[in-house]
């Protein structure tokens, strides 16, 4: 199907990051778009002003008058929102075309070439940087990214004229099986989101199956070593890459005074002097295997991928730094989004590979009971790589406590001996009566909103 016939969109659980990115297509489509979602927030003030005419009661009498035909309006709702929603069960009830964000985003890949990145940790960043890239040269994309990124203060860029699309291939709830790309990376496939799948071979044979649907005149990037096999169709095109070996990867890497470049080894020929712009470890990987996929596309320029690699900054909640006190020697507070301990030991490393001489004090608030309860000993294992460690209590996102799961079956298998559990609206206090050196807050909840308090609590500033 195509959203063609439609005139209105309502959007249920219209908040959400990936929701708002095609909230705004729509719009920029000439669509009226509508929703609803829990709370307000500052993405939905900043939808509501873009024209997201937003309610927050989940009663059926509020939606408006002009979305309530059903010849007239698609429903697109996000797997958040509970099965029994009023609003959710109205449109149900009165035979209105509804269907999961993944399927709405599917449908924009199938009249594009989408450039589609999946996998476990990575894809955020790795998409917003191809996004950046081709955004940077002649051709452009739409891109439909997991975070806002902030060279553009958004999740969504919109180049109506380009042909591309980037788009983060979500595997919760199998949502990236909705898609059709042209080119598909997979950066990895660290069992996750055992909820839903079960088991890791559940897991991996969900990627296996991702990788079957990629156009028969497409290409799959992925990753060296990976336990997963892709099923591709006759015709795909298979690329790999890491930072060390593949058919792209990085040579001659120079770290130093702050400052992480290398050459760039493609199928094409060699970029010298790729310098990062978020100088960080992961981000060599990250900068590989975007410049590979937008390699594949008309977009591809030697010169544009290295400016662009340059002055990319990352998506919020990406490395982001806080605060980088001036001197070389200050206070240091960075931010990261890492919630699987396999993300978490990397952020750990690249952190301590930033600043070696350094003493490294992470915050890290788990996030959901279930993975928790799934992968307490690998979480352990990673924050042992700390030199300090406060733990937060578990971020229950969308799930209700499970008897026994708390931070403290983390906290018992971490190594480092200064370790402890803190709350979090104790956090600021607890850091600024020790102190610290270089200081990372990590997590998926909303550990990130105690940064300036953190920082006021403390009398930090860059001067």
């Known amino acids: 199907m195509t959203t063609d016939t439609f005139a209105n969109i309502y959007f249920v659980g219209a908040g959400g990051i990936g929701m708002a990115a095609l909230e705004r297509y729509f719009l920029a ?22 024209g997201v005419e937003i309610s927050f009661s989940p009663e059926a009498d509020s939606i408006p008058e002009a979305f309530r035909s059903k010849e007239d309006t698609l429903v697109v709702y996000t797997p958040a929102v509970p099965a029994d929603l009023p609003i959710l069960e109205w449109f149900r009830d009165n035979g ?40 940077s040269g002649t051709v452009g ?87 997963m096999r892709p099923r591709v169709k006759e015709g795909v095109r298979v690329y790999t890459y890491s930072r060390d070996e593949g058919d792209f990867h990085a040579s001659y890497i120079r770290r130093g005074d702050g400052n992480i470049t290398f050459d760039l080894v ?5 970029i010298r002097n790729v310098n990062l712009g978020v100088p960080v470890e992961v981000n060599i990987e990250n900068a590989i295997a975007a410049a590979a996929a937008v390699s594949l596309t008309p977009g591809w320029d030697v010169e544009t991928v290295r400016r662009a690699i340059s002055s990319f900054q990352g998506p919020k909640r990406r490395f982001e730094f ?40 992470v915050a890290f608030q788990p996030h959901l009971y279930s993975r928790t309860r799934d ?14 460690l406060l733990l937060l209590d578990i971020y229950p996102a969308r799930e209700e406590p499970i008897p026994g799961v708390t931070s403290q079956i983390i906290l018992d298998g ?48 860059e001067n």
């Open 29 to 50: 489509m000439g669509k009226r778009v509508a929703g609803y979602d829990r709370t307000p927030t500052a993405l939905t003030d900043a939808l509501q002003k873009e």
């Open 96 to 135: 209105f075309e509804v269907m999961k964000r993944s399927k709405a985003l599917g449908i924009v890949t199938r009249s594009s070439d989408a450039l589609c990145f999946a996998g476990t940790h990575g894809k955020t960043t790795t998409s917003s940087m191809a996004a950046h890239i081709l955004q």
């Open 141 to 227: 994309c739409n891109a439909f990214l997991g975070g806002v990124l902030r060279n553009y203060g958004t999740n969504f860029l919109l180049s109506p004229s380009s042909p591309l699309s980037v788009v983060e291939a979500d595997e919760y709830d199998r949502s990236f099986h909705q898609l059709t790309p042209y080119v598909a990376v997979i950066t990895s496939t660290d069992p996750d989101h055992l909820d839903i799948y079960g088991t890791e071979e559940a897991y991996l044979e969900s990627f296996a199956h991702f990788t079957e649907l990629i156009r028969p005149d497409g290409a799959l990037i992925i990753h060296t070593g990976l336990k």
């Open 266 to 270: 493609t199928p094409r020929g060699t």
């Open 322 to 361: 806080h605060l980088k006190e001036r001197g070389g020697r200050g206070h240091v507070i960075i931010d990261d989004y890492a919630h699987h301990p396999a993300e978490l030991r990397r952020s750990i490393e690249s952190v301590k590979a930033l600043y070696p001489d350094r003493k490294l004090t």
């Open 375 to 388: 992968f307490a000993p690998q979480f352990a294992e990673a924050l042992s790589g700390a030199d300090r």
């Open 414 to 461: 971490v190594t480092c001996p200064d370790k402890r559990i803190v709350s979090r609206d104790n956090l600021a206090d607890a850091l600024a009566e020790t102190d610290f050196d270089v200081l990372l807050t990590v997590g998926a909840g909303d550990i990130d909103t105690k940064i300036p308090e953190i920082i006021s609590r403390m009398n930090l500033s």
